[in-house]
């Protein structure tokens, strides 16, 4: 009480001393006002930075990702140019699908010769051990014929129309492995169809390259296919579990956009790669 009496008394003797302590009251709230705005400035520019620099970033990673698929598919198309220069020798067109298997065993699981009524001519399923045993491709030739499965009945089906098709992913065994298939037509004189080739592709190599990305200390890249299905992804167990919903919107239609989530919590980068999405997530 004595105190407060003392305040009071000090207070009321002198108009000088009000109007200091006035002033000084004053100064010190807008200093207050003024610290916490340059605080507030700086830190809404150190996150505009920060988005940027993500933004930039997830951008990088889908294209990288593209990159290497768009890779992985060119090398089918490349090998198909032998086959269609000799499409009536198959000792020749054994000789390039063997080839080819045993350059990229893990990549390319199986490569399928059909001719123009989807019969087939040759097929390459065996493990690399297997393949490596292979001292004659009139082995390959003369291998027992084999039913078509109902993913190569579709890829023939969607390729004798002239066009390249790329099947949507399908996830395989326990492990969920991603797996496409790609069918190129080989045409000859006039442009009449001749014989189609099938490649099952492993898109494990897509793990690997995602596993490898690291941005910042919570960067991730995943890859989801167009259906919002994950299909790469550094933790195995998201591998065939459906997108969460902040993020399903930014691949509703879009290609080549950089969307933030929902939840603004992420940046996620799409390119469409015939039917598949590649997202980056940071």
């Keep these: ?39 507030r400035s700086g830190q809404m520019g150190m996150r505009y930075e920060v988005n940027q620099r993500n933004a930039q970033m997830a951008t990088l990673v889908a294209i990288d ?25 198959l000792s020749i067109q054994a000789r390039a699908m063997l080839e080819l298997r045993r350059a990229s065993p893990y990549t390319y699981r199986a490569l399928y010769l059909l001719d123009s009524e989807g019969h087939p001519l040759i097929h390459l399923t065996e493990p690399l051990e297997e393949l490596l045993a292979i001292r004659d491709v009139t082995e390959i030739i003369e291998l027992s014929p084999i039913p078509l499965t109902d993913e190569l009945t579709i890829v023939y089906e969607a390729a004798k129309s002239g066009d390249i098709f790329l099947s949507p992913t399908y996830l395989e065994g326990i492990d969920q492995v991603p797996i496409i298939y790609m069918g190129i037509p080989i ?5 009449r169809l001749s014989q189609i080739v099938v490649a099952k592709i492993d898109l494990r190599d897509i793990w690997r390259k995602v596993d490898k990305i690291r941005v910042g200390q919570t960067g991730q890249a995943f890859v989801v296919s167009q259906k919002g299905t994950i299909i790469a992804h550094p933790d195995r167990t998201y591998i065939g579990q459906p997108l969460t919903p902040e993020l399903r919107p930014a691949m509703r239609d879009r290609l080549n956009t950089l969307t933030q ?11 469409r790669w015939e039917g598949e999405w590649a997202g980056a997530l940071l």
């Excluded at 090998?79 to 269609?84: A, D, K, V």
């Excluded at 989530?261 to 390119?271: G, I, N, P, Q």
Aim: hydrophobic share 55%; aromatic share 14%.
């Design 187 to 191: 045409m000859v004189e006039q442009e």
């Design 261 to 271: 989530s929902v939840d603004a919590s992420c940046w996620l980068h799409t390119v």
């Design 1 to 39: 009480m004595r105190l407060i009496s003392w305040l009071i008394n000090w207070w009321g003797k002198s108009l000088r001393r009000r109007l200091l302590v006035s002033s000084l009251i004053t100064m010190l709230f807008f200093l207050t006002v003024l610290g916490f705005l340059s605080f």
């Design 65 to 89: 990702i593209n990159v290497h698929f768009t890779n992985i598919l060119g090398n089918v198309h490349l090998f198909t140019y032998l086959p269609e220069a000799s499409a009536d020798v």
